[in-house]
């Protein structure tokens, strides 16, 4: 089992930057494939980023050439820095940690907010 803590969220003026960070207790973290997704008020929970156990990564369109996911397996740590920030880019950020195995593990949620 995984427990997984965000931080890093808070309130940021358009074009600004901010860097969560994921924090994994528990075995086997360099296995599961890290992801970031985000839900908006009234909207579903949408796909960020992912970075599998190989380092390679997904990105939807939204935030491609804005954000970087990255992960640190020694630490059992994950990060999503997030340049250039939109209005549309506000929501609850949640980290994942997902394996066909080990299991789909899920963070408590930080907010982002963007605005002037």
């Known amino acids: 089992q995984v427990q997984l803590v965000e931080s890093g969220g808070g309130l940021v003026q358009p074009g600004g930057s901010l860097t969560l960070s994921c924090a994994a207790s528990?075995?086997?973290?360099?296995?599961?494939?890290m992801g970031w997704y985000r839900q908006a008020p009234g909207k579903q929970r949408d796909l960020v980023a992912t970075?599998?156990?190989?380092?390679?990564?997904n990105f939807a369109d939204s935030v491609k050439g804005r954000f970087t996911i990255s992960r640190d397996n020694a630490k059992n740590t994950g990060h999503l820095q997030m340049n250039n920030l939109k209005p549309e880019d506000t929501a609850v950020y949640y980290c994942?940690?997902?394996?066909?195995?080990?299991?789909?593990?899920w963070g408590q949620g930080t907010q982002v907010t963007v605005s002037s």
């Open positions: 970075i599998t156990s190989g380092r390679s990564t």
């Open positions: 528990g075995k086997f973290f360099s296995l599961y494939t």
């Open positions: 994942n940690a997902f394996s066909t195995v080990l299991g789909d593990y």
